[in-house]
């Protein structure tokens, strides 16, 4: 999971404050999320995902293209 929105946000070229603004989370949570130190509960996730501008298909795409 860490390793698909680190990708994420550096397509967006966002630093980790601003990526934390558009899925409505502290800063500290994305590093934590991209450190594999947590992951974020379903709602919150589908929050993020919304906020990013992506829907549910695209991050499972995304996810399938960084385990490669």
Known sequence: FGEMISSI???MNLPQNEMAKKCFVHKNTIANWENGYTVPAL???IAAV???GYHLE???DENTRSKS
């Open 9 to 11: 946000r550096e397509q």
């Open 43 to 45: 709602d919150v996730f």
């Open 50 to 52: 919304k906020g990013l």
């Open 58 to 60: 695209m991050v499972k």
